[in-house]
């Protein structure tokens, strides 16, 4: 059965810091692997997603992404927080193209002047 | 952009009491939408697929009969929790498949806090 693991529950970075949160996944054959955002009271927000091509995705929000295939993983990125990036982070992985999701656990990100 | 609203955002419901959730596509007609739970600390998990003018269908350890889905129109669906109990007490969050166009992009609800005392 497919799984993902965040390891890491909360990240707190000062604004204008780069950002990395992690995402590692446990699939058979390529995944389709997806980054979602919740901030409080509203719903998960797509920040991007992998199918396949380019590695690298580029995602809303001046995120981006990058599958690696030999670590199982696809780490979140971006250069230069903002203090309305303070949110729950979501990775999910689907083999139903992106209908069925299995869920991470989730990191918290709080962002500090 | 298309929007999926759940109501209610909280509730606070009574051991033994039956509670109703809905989900509603906003601008789109969803034949297809998704009932996913989350405990504390834990992953959000599918529940069921719940599919316009037919029965839901459950995951693995779902029981069906607790959790009631109703899909009756093409923007609503609905979970009902029947004879709740306080281990029932999770966050409830749909998803809703907007098929138009080549996008088939999914959207989420803002979540349902259950909890039952």
């Known amino acids: 059965a497919q799984s993902v693991t965040q390891p890491d529950i909360h990240i707190t970075v000062s604004e204008g810091a780069s950002l990395e949160l992690r995402c590692n996944y446990s699939y058979g054959a390529t995944p389709y692997l997806f980054w979602y955002v919740q901030s409080p009271g509203q719903g998960l927000q797509l920040l991007l997603k992998y199918f396949s091509g380019d590695t690298l995705v580029q995602g809303i929000k001046g995120f981006e992404a990058e599958f690696k295939r030999s670590q199982s993983s696809f780490n979140l990125r971006k250069p230069s927080v903002h203090w309305s990036d303070a949110a729950e982070y979501f990775c999910a992985v689907s083999d139903f193209g992106n209908e069925k999701l299995t869920f991470g656990t989730g990191t918290r990100l709080t962002i500090i002047p | 952009g298309a929007v999926v609203s759940q109501h209610p955002s909280r509730v606070i419901c009574k051991s033994g009491t039956s509670v109703k959730i809905e989900c509603r596509s906003l601008?789109?007609?969803?034949?297809?939408m998704f009932w996913y739970r989350q405990f504390p600390k834990q992953s959000l998990m599918l529940m069921a697929t719940?599919?316009?003018?037919?029965?839901?269908?459950?995951e693995q350890g779902v029981e069906k009969d607790k959790f009631l889905i109703n899909h009756a129109s093409l923007t609503l669906s609905t979970l009902t929790v029947t004879s709740a109990h306080p281990e029932d007490s999770s966050f409830y969050i749909c998803?809703?498949?907007?098929?138009?166009?080549?996008?088939?992009?999914?959207?989420f609800g803002e979540g349902s806090w259950l909890t039952v005392v």
């Open positions: 998803s809703a498949r907007d098929g138009r166009g080549t996008g088939n992009t999914i959207y």
């Open positions: 719940s599919n316009e003018g037919s029965k839901a269908t459950y």
């Open positions: 601008d789109f007609q969803a034949t297809t």
